[in-house]
């Protein structure tokens, strides 16, 4: 993974859609029996924040931050939490 610094737009909007998802429709995240997925709010708290960071153009120098706010681990984690939704219900 050799991601270089500036905009990264996918990541960005990705970010973005995931802030507005979360704050305009929370119960996204509420099971059918009304429980709270702590796992499918976590993916979309990872998803959203790796957004932000890759979308605004920071690349960190350490290799563990680097992977987990990369575009990729947005992406994976935006799979994982529709995943997880789309199985619980």
Same mark, same amino acid.
């Given at each position: 993974?050799?991601?270089?610094?500036?905009?990264?737009?996918?990541?960005?909007?990705?970010?973005?859609?995931?802030?507005?998802?979360?704050?305009?429709?929370?119960?996204?995240?509420?099971?059918? #029996?009304?429980?709270?997925?702590?796992?499918?709010?976590?993916?979309?708290?990872?998803?959203? #924040?790796?957004?932000?960071?890759?979308?605004?153009?920071?690349?960190?120098?350490?290799?563990?931050?680097?992977?987990?706010? #990369?575009?990729?681990?947005?992406?994976?984690?935006?799979?994982?939490?529709?995943?997880?939704?789309?199985?619980? #219900?």
């Amino acid at each position: 993974m050799n991601e270089q610094p500036g905009l990264a737009w996918p990541a960005l909007l990705t970010g973005l859609g995931v802030m507005l998802l979360m704050t305009l429709w929370p119960r996204i995240v509420v099971t059918p #029996s009304g429980q709270v997925d702590h796992w499918s709010a976590t993916l979309f708290a990872w998803a959203m #924040s790796a957004g932000f960071v890759r979308g605004v153009g920071f690349v960190p120098r350490h290799r563990a931050p680097r992977w987990l706010l #990369s575009g990729g681990a947005c992406a994976l984690a935006l799979a994982l939490a529709t995943l997880r939704l789309m199985l619980a #219900s």
